[in-house]
């Protein structure tokens, strides 16, 4: 069985999820033109992000969501950070 969530790691997860989703409507993308543009075959990948259930997110998935951050204008760091 996983380890339980402390409520500082959801808090994190709802962050970085809202700020997933900052980026895709800044890109004006579907949640399917995400994925596929992460190289994801499903929007699921990218519905789980959002709303922070995501566990073990991929580096290669990390490295596209940055790229994308840059493109909307955020920066890569706003990504993980918020500012």
Sequence with gaps: MAPRKTPEEQVYREAFGRRVRQIRAALGMTQGEM?????RSKNDTISRLERGVMDNIPFDLVVGLMHLGVEAKYGAPWLFIGW
């Design 35 to 39: 994925a596929a543009r992460l190289g």
